[in-house]
Structures are given as C-alpha cells and as structure tokens.
C-alpha cells in the first residue's frame, strides 16, 4: 500500500513537469514531507466534457475516495482513511472505485512515497523506506478522482492512489507498491471517452519498477504524521544488507 507520500514541488513545476495546457488551483499546496490520508493532494486529469483529447488539468482533491453512495458529511470525510488506495486487481469491480475508475482517472505527482517492512521481506518490520523516482523528477502514479455532492450542496473532490503487488526489490520491502505510469501512456490512461476495461487494465501493467524508482531507509519520524520537513526523507544507516536498488 502507499499509506504516505512527499511533495516539495509547486503548481507551476507539476504544471510544467506534466504539461499541464488546462486549469489549474489559485495557489500552491503547503510543500508537505509527510502527505497522510485526507490531506489536500494534487492530481493530474482530463475534463471530462472538453473536446481536446490532449488538454490536462492540474485540481486540488481530497486523499481518500468517497463512496458515491454515502449521505452524511462526517461519515463521508471518516471513509476516506479507509479508501486511500484501490487494488489495480479489482479497481474496476469495488462498488466504490468503479464508476471512478470508468471515466475518471487520473495522475498523482509524488516527489516520494514512504512504506515500511514487513515480515514478508529482509528487512526489520516496521522499518520505513523512502522510494523516489531515479532520475529526480516527480513520480506518476495511477489514480482515480471523483466528485461527491452532500445533502447540504457541499463538493468535496477526492482521490485514491491504485497499487499492484509488488515486483522485483520492492518486493523485499512490502507485498504492494503503487502503479507507476510511464509517460508514453498518459493520453491513453487520462482519456475519459476510453471506457474499454482490458485495455485500461493493461495500461497499469508496469514491469521493472527497479528501473523507475530506488529507496533508501528513513528515521523513524516519519511515523508520527506531527512530523514534517525534507529531514525525513534523509537516509539512515542500516548495516546488512547495505545497498539498496
């Protein structure tokens, strides 16, 4: 799962970074080293109803999806923790991702993504690992977006990260890592009119995410979300095995 991301990065880098030709926020999300469940995030999307396939928005949503069938706005907002990922293996069948998933998919620029050990891999459990992109520029991880209305007119636009099972060195960490999405698939994945399940489905089958991202270990900080800075990113000294990917 990803269960806490980074960005340091303004509107105008995302905007640049994602060729982003639509609308975007009046301002810049507060850069946030500790990104939890709930916090205001940016994605990448289409509009919806707009005639040029290639045109992309930069919005300001909400971590967590709310389920479209909920009525109350406290019980929406306390959903959202338990909706911040969906499972790229069953996205599009989950009663709350797959009307999201049909025509409102999206991009989750994230400098980097933390994720601790688990018993399942060689490390301590519970030790954090920070993962980013190899070549420095912003991750871009599959996503889906919705707009939920509440009895009071109300408009909370939220979001959820997909994840697969993981591959390759990431696989020593935790058993699901998030679905990088290449730039080459972008118009394809962000296309509203594309509606055909397999072919979608396909798009978030990424091979070799050692060659996309690497990781380091992190302090423990990271854990309490009170904790916020660039620090936590900072590596620490692990001994055996001492590199990583």
Known sequence: MCGRYAQSADMRELMEQFEVTGSAPGQSIPVNWNIAPTNPIYIVRSPIKEESETKKDLAIVSWGLIAPWLSDVAEAKTSQSRAINARSESVHEKPTFRDAF??????????????????????????????????????????????????????????SIITQEAQGELATIHSRMPVFMPRDRWETWLDPENKEIEGLRNLMQVQSPE????????????????????????AIELGEPETLF
């Open 102 to 159: 049909k025509q409102r998919r999206c991009l989750v620029p994230a400098q980097g993504y933390y994720e601790w050990a688990t018993a399942l891999g060689q490390y301590k459990p519970k030790q954090a690992f920070y993962i980013s992109s190899r070549d420095g520029a912003q991750l871009s991880i599959a996503g889906i977006w919705s707009s939920w209305r509440a009895p009071n007119g109300e408009v909370i636009e939220s979001a």
């Open 211 to 234: 060659s996309i991202v690497k990781a380091h270990p992190v302090s423990s900080q990271v854990n309490s979300v009170a904790n916020n800075g660039a620090q936590l990113i900072e």
